[in-house]
């Protein structure tokens, strides 16, 4: 059984700990190939050739995936699916966009964010905005799947897999790049931090966020937001934590004028340590938080952000 | 320009889902359900599209239960033009997969010939996220997927995607997928007076199997479970406790 994993490559980097999630999640599946595409891709192959478990890796650096756009990276995955059983994916946004498009054209079903593999066949994934889990047993001859990154744990460093260049596939040309709003921050990445901040609807304003801002960078942790700040327009989507948005499992998340909603819950249940602010004694948040603080956010948090 | 939007209809958002106790899925029986809320957003742009008279007709699709009907009345009363039932499962716990609602509508765009297809981005019910991106596969077509703007520019369209990180702005070539993300736009509620006006609206029935899709499942689910629950913990009294409690557990 061989495995298939589109590596994470953003810019020429590589993000190491969502591929090296994927990585430790597929390794029972059999030998994993990690592919690297990009415009520049070499310097993020020879990253992912260090890690543990990797048994090959391959690259395809040319300009027309140096924005992962979805058909020219799909017709590449494509065009290598041959030699693989399973073919899969990180849950980023990009493979999001990416995967289905693979399924579809290998007449697959996409099996998206996989929380558990039991088997070869048989994956679990939540559903209804994870007030469920499923087990579905896959009946196509390949399977196409992506990885919900905070279900697994890196695998390590100390590879030394071979780098060889993969043969590019034509671009169906259908899409170009225009341009990238990328925020500039020194902040960690949401998805892999150790530590989180979010903040919600209670925080009112996008102004008014920058008290959530202090409590991060206080903390060295990344910013988050529910649903409902991001809506108001308090916070950018792509800081969204929840169903919709991202799902993060740090050692420690502190959630500041959320209320709990289903969806958000979604996104963050799955945390090591859960800190709730709220002044609303009764919010579903302090049923799952491990320590709760009923207070006003205004006070509370900048007196926390003082003694820490 | 014509441009075609699927919706689905999916349980309420505000509706807390639970797994019945046979395992066997969620139950749907006597629960409210809605137009799923990424198709609002779909839905809304394309009628925006014509208001601004780039779209000159609006027509929605959906693939499900005969129930679905009332889906689509709710987004002929926000303005779309006319609509389209293909019921291809009679039991509201049957969910239709992605692959086989992209083939149905394959076939209904190779049939409508529209220049652009809006979906939303994803279900809340099965959360799977990849409707538009296979439909945009099996068409040959350019996808925009989470898209929070889009602008019909001639040929093509500028979309500007919801990515990590931030935006990306991508140009793609019409006919072409766009899926719409939350901010693209704030759906309006249907007046009563077009509420009423939607009930005269034409709604075509067809079937999956006219279409010759073959609809059954390929990801069987073999069961369904509650998640791991987690316990409340305790409250503090004040920001010095919980600096203290955060210090006990070594998280800061």
Redesign the interface.
């Known amino acids: 059984m061989a495995v298939l994993l589109l590596g994470e490559v953003n810019h020429g980097t590589l993000n190491r700990d969502a591929t090296a999630k994927a990585v430790h999640a597929l390794a029972p599946l059999g030998d994993v190939t990690v592919l690297c595409a990009g415009a520049h891709a070499r310097d993020a192959a020879a990253d992912a050739a260090t890690i543990a478990g990797v048994a090959r890796v391959l690259v395809a650096e040319d300009a027309r995936y140096g924005h992962r756009l979805a058909e020219p990276t799909a017709a590449l995955i494509v065009s290598l699916a041959g030699d693989y059983d399973h073919i899969a994916a990180p849950s980023t946004t990009d493979a999001k966009n990416v995967m289905p498009r693979v399924a579809a054209l290998l007449d697959a079903m996409v099996i998206p964010d996989v929380s558990r593999i039991v088997d070869a066949q048989t994956f679990e994934r939540p559903v209804y905005a994870g007030n469920a889990i499923q087990t579905v047993r896959s009946r196509d001859a390949k399977k196409v799947m992506t990885i919900r990154t905070a279900s697994f744990d890196a695998a390590g460093a100390g590879g030394s897999a071979p780098v060889s260049d993969a043969t590019l596939a034509d671009d169906p040309g259908l899409s170009s790049w225009v341009g990238d709003e990328v925020a500039a921050s020194d902040r960690p990445e949401l998805t892999s931090a150790g530590r989180v901040v979010s903040g919600g609807r209670g925080v009112g304003s996008k102004e008014q966020f920058a008290i959530i801002e202090a409590l991060a960078d206080k903390l060295g942790a990344a910013v988050g937001a529910s649903r409902a700040a991001v809506d108001s327009g308090y916070a950018p989507n792509d800081w969204q934590v929840g169903q919709t948005g991202k799902v993060v499992a740090p050692e420690l998340y502190v959630a500041v004028g959320i209320s709990g909603a289903i969806q958000h819950l979604a996104g963050m249940k799955d945390s090591k340590v859960i800190v709730a602010i709220n002044k609303d004694e009764e919010a579903p948040i302090f049923q799952i938080a491990d320590y709760g603080l009923v207070g006003d956010l205004f006070t509370t948090v900048p007196e926390l952000t003082g003694k820490l | 320009m014509k441009v075609l939007v699927p919706v689905k209809r999916v349980?309420d958002?505000n509706v807390?889902?639970?797994?019945k106790a046979d395992g066997s899925?969620?139950d749907l029986a006597n629960v409210k359900m809605s137009m799923n809320p990424?198709d609002e957003i779909a839905v809304e742009e394309a009628i925006r599209l014509k208001e601004k008279g780039v779209a000159d007709e609006v027509v929605v699709v959906s693939v499900g239960v005969k129930q679905a009907a009332e889906t689509l009345r709710t987004a002929l009363a926000m303005g779309a033009d006319r609509a389209i039932l293909v019921v291809a499962a009679d039991d509201v716990h049957q969910d239709i997969?992605?692959?086989a609602v992209?083939k149905i509508l394959k076939a209904v765009v190779d049939q409508e010939q529209p220049r652009l297809v809006i979906a939303g981005?994803?279900a809340?019910?099965?959360?799977?996220?990849?409707?538009?991106?296979?439909?945009?596969?099996?068409l040959?077509?350019?996808?925009?997927?989470?898209a929070?703007k889009v602008e019909i520019d001639g040929d093509s369209a500028?979309v500007?995607r919801?990515?990590?990180?931030?935006?990306?702005?991508?140009?793609?070539?019409l006919p072409?997928i766009v899926t719409a993300?939350?901010?693209l736009n704030e759906p309006r509620y249907a007046s009563l007076p077009n509420i009423m006006k939607a009930k005269k609206k034409p709604l075509e029935e067809r079937t999956a199997a006219d279409y010759g899709v073959d609809v059954a499942?390929?990801?069987?689910?073999?069961?369904?479970?509650?998640?791991e629950g987690?316990q409340?913990?305790?409250?503090?009294g004040?920001?010095?406790e919980?600096?203290g409690?955060?210090k006990e557990?070594g998280?800061?």
């Open positions: 349980i958002y807390k889902a639970r797994v899925g969620v990424f997969e992605p692959l992209a981005k994803q809340i019910d099965n959360d799977m996220n990849a409707t538009g991106q296979m439909l945009a596969a099996l040959g077509w350019g996808q925009a997927a989470f929070s500028k500007t919801e990515v990590d990180g931030g935006l990306q702005t991508i140009s793609v070539a072409a993300d939350l901010r499942p390929r990801l069987e689910v073999v069961s369904t479970r509650e998640p987690r409340a913990g305790i409250k503090v004040s920001v010095d919980l600096v409690k955060l557990a998280v800061i």
